[in-house]
């Protein structure tokens, strides 16, 4: 029984008492006892092996921790086994657990295991702890199904990749203290629905360097919403996860914005590309028309001459096809070196000469679009990796950013720098390069890479003796990498590197543990020029392919160097205490090559730049040198460099702005350009004889024409008709040539040619070289064989190709060259497809390989039950996933669950479709189903987005790259959230469709031909609207965004609304408040204040119009705006408003009249409740002006700066000279303005104002009313007017009512100038004494007067005094003055001439008639205001009779006790005021006719 290790000369029956001991079972009785065991457990005991299991069958349990054991064995023994411990022991490799297939929890950490092997039996495991080992890779988990809890922290772990995928039940996983770097990993779990629990940075190890990025929790809590614990902190709270959705949402906004930019970008380099290719077209277009014109001119004259018989024979040369194998110099001299004997030859030596022409200038066009195609590629590189470049920074949250450099850079400068100064001249002699232009740097942040870059150089530091002098900072430099030249820099491969670094890069075969860099542009890009020439020179294209370049400048440790030996490989083997080795360049052979210490010297402090090729003994190579970084974490990218050389000869580029299509002889040009001499060769050649003689041309075709064209005598005679170079557009009665059987119809006007049907017989059809847009009309053409439709305006291929299959089912030979295609590249597939006839096209045979491929281009335009296979998938939870790609793209690319064809009802369970780029005509077939979330429809020939009707669950909808005009099939999908229509042909969008989209967040309709928003009017919750480049241009189309209080982004860039609305941005803003970005630039807090400066309370065309429902101004009589905190007026153009006569603007924020001094036609203006301080504001100088007063002086209308010449003096701008303004003002309103002086209002400038209501101000003193000689009625009751001047009312002779109510009078002088005076309204003033009654006198018009409230009404005698003074008053204070009382104040007063004292008290019972006792309020009535001659709108608002109540015998009110009213305050019957102001009052809050612009619900406001 006894058995001896011969390893650790243990033997096992001690192993097995030591076992049994620490279990308390007796080792003498294990025989019996063993097989009741169930749970085995031994700590710290030393054991060296697994033995004498084979006693305990039934165990269940076996905990070995800290043993010293290095291998599981004799587990077999042991089948019931669910629980195994093998923990901090020395295993080496997990093996031995074959037998176990019960095992459910296995925990082998601390030990030394290098890799997850041997665990394919263990398919109930549920527990799994291997942390603590030295595992680099995930693996061997594949038969773990059932795989609840894995631990892996504390290994060597750094990529996830797919390896847990087959584990997807896995709730807790723990890679704390791996080396896990990158987000990408992160969302890998992802996959993994059921986690729960995640630790990447748990307290007992130390955290993964991801753990230090930015946005770490917020990127993991996105991707995995159902965790409920994250690096043993709770995160399962809502609040927690809506945050970092809500985060990321931001953050993919903001790229999805950002990319967009740079695809408009894109889109406006080629639009610019576009616009020069036509330009280069144009010349060889217009030649070629020329030159066809030509030869249709010359074979329709050949034609007559032989059909005359004139010539002996008929050569058909209609489809002649001429090629020049030489230069059309050499044949074309030869041509002309032959004598021409008769006259059929010298017709046709200049049609072969025209044709040649024709396929010289074919040979231009073609050269031009192939460098042209040449220029968009290199834009659309250029951009994709632009766009990458976002696409990256988004994925990895932000913490890797990409920074466009600009001369205004340090670094940018610093780049530029280093570039020239390892620039050698003598170096690229040989390539015809004198030096080299930095086009572009873009500086890389990666904090990942920097993080280990710093890391790993402090590391560095420690380990090194810190007593040497060496500075460590000096081993720091800046190179380049060097990349093989057969494999250039490609797109992903850079971004790998930027992203990851250097380690999963492709080193040189000598070299393949270093990275591999130098400090030579030479050593850098000579093998690539190299290279690309050679293969240029191989394939005959032209060598300046070479001629732009990219480097990736990298940030270099270098640590401990060496130089690299001749025979060694460079290897960490062969130079074991390097930390970098460098190779200096082989001198050349005139060349000194100095020893290895002078090339260290020299590199780190560079020499003089040798930047000419004067140096031929330059000592560059000196200073070159390759080096090789065995530490790929001790290279950091920083910076690259896009960068073009400087050549010897300037070969001028054809898409150059600069250059003309035209080049001049003996410089070197590029392809495509052409010469002077080519001009004159065509010159010559249309000299040449015959000349053919222009004829007239033909307007209107009829029969008679018909018959002289052809020269028949009835149209059933005639078989062929030539119409060629004629003015004609339409071909009446054509269809009567029943037996027609060719038509030439080329060099027209034609537009259509519906005129072309019923022609039985018609075999031959030319219709070239006209403005045809359409085919549909052709009908009935069933032996047409050739047809040519070439320079024509065609562009929807497939509806004209589908009249040419229902109508041509025969023809032959079909050109269609040079038409305006919407889709150019799938016409000739979709032409060949559906014209099964066709033999050529464009002049090309159509092949069978071409038929075939056509057939199947034709099957795969249509939805069937194979492409829905394909092209979809089951998924039913969406993914979080960065990306801002149509998420049924995501899907396709991504998800692995496709349809079951053998599944019961596979329709429903379609979520995912993803359509793009399969030739689609429409939809169609996609009914059942019903259960559609996610469809991409781009890049397809669809025109409509019918076939969608029954997909009620569609959330996202992408539709980008077609031709839909319209987007009336969607209006039922109400559960839509994304819709994406770019580069469609939209025109409008219906408010059908949107408003019924009630979830819709997201709107792109790029590049369209949109005009009007209005159908956006109700799509309340759309936060991101995309409409760019379109043709919207009224600034009136913002306002039917005003109500989508949710939008945040809104791109209108490329509008004509950006240019033609001054100050566009600030209007936009101004009116969408909830705005953060426009026109991909984040909207400023500044931006908005400068907004609310400069349109808030702005009374413009566009406000009223919003108002109205539509712009036509003209109709509008009154403007009723009240309440509106309008500040500025600014209608223009005025003459669009020259209707308006009344205008009611009370209670708003003017302090000027504003705009309204340019309304021609206002008769009635009311300002009341405002802030109004003149009609044109005071001019101030520039340096007290308000930021806003600087704003308003933008705006032309706002009356800033248009007054007169001021004076200098308090009164400034009061000068005669002024000129008039409002000429047609009569009713002027300006109560309750807070005006303090009328000289400052330059009221006089309004010379026919006929009405003038001051009251409620704070005006103290009558001045500035010089130029109101029209003036008849003024009212300044309710202000501060204490004394009336002797220039007060000097002028205003034809006044004929004065209302003075309500001030501080105590003498009534200077009155006499009134002399036409009828009312006067003198109450509750100040005035004491009866001789100021006295001074009425003068007065002798006067009909009403008004004394009550002052304190000489109450004198008895004051009635009496002005009735008998005043003979003709009517009215006094109220009250009718009868002949009774009359003559009673006379009798009266000729008893106070009898009695001396006129002023002491007299018994009040003598004069009861007079009633001066008042005991109540008297009733006041006003009298309509007399001689008021104004037409419909403007006479209510002051021909209303009222009474107003007042006390006679109250109290004139002190200073201190008459405040000054609220605006809004009711005027009670304790606080008497003029009646005048409730007259403008009542009628202001009157209703408006229907056709005035006015208040509906409520005043409006205006922020």
Not at 254 to 266: E, P, V
Not at 909 to 927: A, M, P
Not at 1377 to 1405: C, G, K, M, Y
Request: charged share 25%; glycine share 4%; hydrophobic share 35%.
């Amino acid at each position: 029984m006894i058995q001896i290790d011969t390893q650790n000369h243990v033997s096992s029956d001690e192993i097995i008492k030591e076992l049994c001991t620490s279990n308390g079972l007796s080792y003498e009785r294990v025989d019996q006892e063993g097989t009741s065991v169930t749970s085995l457990e031994m700590f710290f005991s030393g054991y060296p092996r697994i033995v004498g299991l084979s006693y305990f069958p039934n165990l269940t349990r076996l905990t070995l921790v800290r043993q010293n054991i290095q291998y599981i064995s004799d587990l077999g023994s042991c089948p019931l086994l669910k629980e195994l411990w093998v923990a901090e022991c020395y295993l080496t490799k997990i093996a031995g657990l074959e037998k176990c297939v019960l095992l459910q929890k296995l925990f082998l950490y601390c030990n030394m295991i290098p890799a997850i092997e041997n665990l394919e039996t263990l398919t109930r495991l549920e527990v799994l702890w291997l942390n603590g080992n030295q595992i680099k890779e995930i693996e061997g988990l594949n038969a773990l199904q059932k795989l609840k809890d894995l631990n892996l922290a504390g290994n060597l772990i750094n990529k996830l990749g797919c390896c847990l995928d087959p584990s997807g039940k896995i709730e807790k996983l723990n890679l704390s203290g791996n080396q896990i770097c990158s987000f990408k990993e992160i969302t890998n779990l992802a996959r993994l629905p059921h986690l729960t629990d995640l630790c990447l940075n748990d307290p007992q190890y130390d955290p993964n360097p991801v753990c230090f990025l930015c946005n770490y929790s917020t990127h993991v809590l996105y991707h995995l919403p159902q965790l409920q614990r994250l690096d043993t902190y709770e995160v399962s709270p809502k609040q927690i996860k809506d945050l970092a959705e809500t985060t990321v949402l931001k953050k993919m906004m903001y790229y999805n914005m950002r990319i967009k930019s740079t695809h408009r970008q894109l889109n406006e380099e080629l639009e610019k590309l576009k616009e020069r290719k036509s330009k280069l077209q144009k010349l060889p277009e217009d030649r070629i028309k020329l030159f066809s014109c030509n030869v249709k001119n010359l074979e329709q004259e050949l034609s007559e001459l032989q059909m005359s018989g004139k010539m002996q024979a008929y050569k058909s040369i209609s489809n002649q096809d001429f090629e020049c194998e030489n230069s059309d110099e050499e044949a074309e001299s030869s041509d002309e070196g032959q004598k021409e004997n008769n006259l059929e030859q010298q017709f046709l030596h200049k049609l072969e000469s025209l044709r040649r022409r024709i396929n010289f200038w074919n040979k231009k066009l073609e050269e031009i679009e192939t460098i042209y195609q040449v220029e968009v590629k290199k834009k659309k590189k250029n951009s994709n990796l632009a766009v990458q470049f976002l696409l990256t920074e988004l994925e990895s949250v932000g913490n890797i950013r990409f920074e466009e450099g600009s001369p205004s850079d340090a670094w940018f400068n610093s780049c530029y720098e280093l570039i020239l100064s390892r620039f050698c001249a003598w170096d690229f002699k040989a390539y015809g390069i004198t030096g080299v232009k930095v086009n572009r740097v873009i500086r890389v942040h990666n904090r990942m890479l920097r993080l280990r870059f710093e890391d790993k150089f402090q590391q560095f530091l420690d380990r090194e003796d810190l007593t040497e002098t060496m500075n460590y900072r000096k081993m720091l430099e800046y190179l380049f990498y060097k990349y093989p030249p057969e494999t250039s820099l490609k797109k992903k491969q850079l971004i790998q590197i930027l992203e990851e670094g250097f380690q999963e890069t492709k080193k040189a075969s000598e070299c393949e543990e270093a990275v591999l860099l130098t400090n030579s542009l030479s050593i850098c890009e000579c093998p690539r020029i190299e290279y690309l020439q050679k293969e240029a020179r191989s394939r005959g294209e032209p060598e300046d392919l070479s001629r732009h370049g990219r480097l990736i400048i990298s940030k270099v440790f270098l640590g401990h160097r060496a130089q690299a030996r001749d025979m060694d490989p460079i290897t960490r083997v062969n130079y074991a205490r390097a930390d970098s080795v460098f190779r200096p360049r082989k001198p050349s052979q005139n060349g000194t090559r100095t020893s290895c210490i002078g090339i260290l010297d020299q590199q780190e402090k560079p020499k003089e730049t040798c930047s000419s090729m004067e140096f031929r003994d330059c000592d560059c190579s000196l200073r070159q040198c390759e080096w090789f970084l065995f530490d790929h974490e001790l290279v950091l990218p920083e910076y690259i460099v896009e960068f073009e050389y400087i050549t010897l000869v300037k070969v001028e580029a054809l898409f150059s702005s600069l250059n003309n299509v035209i080049g001049e002889e003996g410089k070197k040009h590029a392809a495509g350009f052409v010469l002077s001499r080519d001009l004159q060769r065509d010159e010559e050649i249309l000299s040449m004889e015959p000349i053919i003689k222009p004829r007239p041309k033909i307007v209107c075709l009829d029969e008679k024409t018909v018959l002289a064209v052809a020269k028949a005598n009835i149209c059933s005679q005639i078989t062929v008709l030539d119409l060629h170079g004629n003015r004609l557009s339409k071909l009446r009665d054509i269809s009567k040539l029943t037996g027609l059987r060719k038509l030439v119809v080329s060099f027209n006007e034609f537009t259509c040619l519906d005129d072309v049907y019923h022609l039985p017989n018609l075999e031959y059809f030319d219709a070239s070289h006209n403005h045809v847009i359409t085919l549909e009309g052709i009908r009935g053409l069933n032996k047409l064989k050739h047809l040519d439709l070439s320079w024509n305006q065609l562009k929807r291929a497939g509806e004209e190709i589908s009249v040419l299959r229902k109508h041509t089912p025969a023809v032959l030979s079909l050109n269609l060259k040079h038409n305006p295609w919407h889709k150019p590249a799938s016409v000739r597939l979709s032409v060949i497809g559906q014209l099964k006839a066709l033999t050529h096209l464009d002049g090309i045979l159509v092949t069978e390989e071409e038929a075939a491929a056509a057939a199947q281009f034709i099957a795969k335009s249509k939805i069937t039950q194979e492409s829905l296979v394909e092209h979809s998938r089951t998924d039913q939870e969406k993914l979080h996933v960065l990306s801002i790609l149509p998420y049924a793209k995501i899907l396709s690319q991504i998800s692995k669950n496709r349809v079951d064809l053998f599944e019961n009802n596979w329709f429903s369970k379609i979520t995912v479709l993803d359509l793009d780029g399969q030739h689609l005509c429409k939809i169609s077939g996609i009914e059942k189903l019903e259960n559609l979330r996610w469809a991409s429809f781009s890049n397809n020939n669809l025109t409509r987005t019918e076939g969608l009707d029954c997909c009620h669950n569609l959330e996202e909808l992408t539709l980008d790259g077609n031709c839909i005009t319209t987007l009336e099939g969607i209006s039922k999908l109400s559960k839509l959230i994304r819709l994406s229509a770019n580069n469609n042909h939209l025109t409008s969008l219906d408010r059908n469709v949107f408003s019924n989209l009630s979830h819709l967040h997201y709107l792109s309709l790029e590049n369209n031909r949109i005009t009007s928003l209005v159908g956006l009017q109700k799509a309340y919750a759309l936060i991101e609207v995309y409409i760019s480049n379109n043709y919207v241009s009224s600034n009136q189309e913002i306002y039917q965004l005003k109500g989508l209080n949710n939008l945040v982004i809104l791109d209108m860039y490329g509008n004509l609304i950006v240019w033609k609305q001054e100050n566009y941005r600030l209007f936009v803003i101004f009116h969408i408040p909830s705005l953060k970005a426009l026109d991909g630039i984040a909207v400023e807090p500044a931006e908005t204040e400068n907004a609310k400066d400069l349109f808030g309370g702005k009374l413009n065309a566009d406000m009223v119009a919003e108002r109205l429902g539509h712009s036509n101004f003209s109709k509008i009589e009154e403007l009723n705006w009240t309440a509106s905190m309008i500040r500025m007026v600014d209608l223009v153009p005025a003459e669009q408003f020259k209707n308006i006569t009344t205008v009611n603007l009370q209670n708003n924020n003017l302090t000027s009249f504003s705009g309204l001094v340019f309304l021609p036609n206002v008769k009635v203006l009311c300002l009341n409740y405002n802030h109004i301080e003149s009609i044109l504001p005071r001019q101030k100088p520039s340096s007290h002006l308000t930021n806003r007063q600087l704003l308003y002086q933008k705006v032309s209308s706002s009356g800033y700066g248009q007054q007169g010449t001021s004076k200098t003096n308090k009164d400034a701008g009061l000068s005669e000279c002024l000129s008039p303004l409002m000429e047609s003002l009569e009713v002027l309103h300006l109560g309750y303005n807070g005006i303090t002086n009328l000289a400052w209002l330059q009221i006089s400038r309004l010379k026919n104002l006929r009405f003038l209501f001051l009251q409620g101000n704070e005006i103290s003193q009558i001045d500035g009313l010089d130029g109101l000689q029209l003036l008849q009625e003024l009212v300044l009751d309710h202000n501060k007017v204490k004394t009336i001047n002797e220039n007060s009312f000097s002028k205003l002779s034809s006044l004929v009512a004065l209302h003075l109510e309500e001030n501080r009078l105590r003498e009534l002088n200077n009155l006499t100038p009134l002399g036409k005076l009828q009312k006067l309204f003198l109450g509750l003033n100040r005035i004491q004494e009866l001789s100021e009654l006295e001074k009425l006198d003068n007065l002798s018009c006067i009909k009403e007067l008004s004394i009550y409230g002052n304190p000489v009404s109450r004198k008895i005698c004051h009635r009496p005094l002005l009735i008998y003074r005043l003979p003709k008053l009517q009215v006094l204070d109220g009250i009718t003055v009868s002949p009774e009382e009359r003559a009673r104040a006379e009798i009266h007063l000729l008893e106070q001439q009898i009695f001396p004292s006129a002023n002491s008290p007299i018994d009040s019972s003598a004069f009861s008639g007079l009633q001066l006792t008042f005991s109540k309020p008297c009733p006041m009535k006003i009298a309509n205001i007399a001689n008021v001659s104004l037409s419909g709108g403007v006479s209510h608002l002051y021909n209303t009779d009222f009474i107003f109540p007042h006390s006679a015998d109250e109290p004139v009110g002190t200073e201190t006790s008459k405040s000054k009213k609220s605006k809004n305050a009711a005027v009670g019957p304790g606080i008497p005021r003029s009646s005048h102001a409730e007259v403008a009052t009542r009628q202001a809050r009157g209703t408006s006719a229907p056709s005035h612009a006015s208040s509906q619900a409520g005043p409006s406001r205006t922020t």
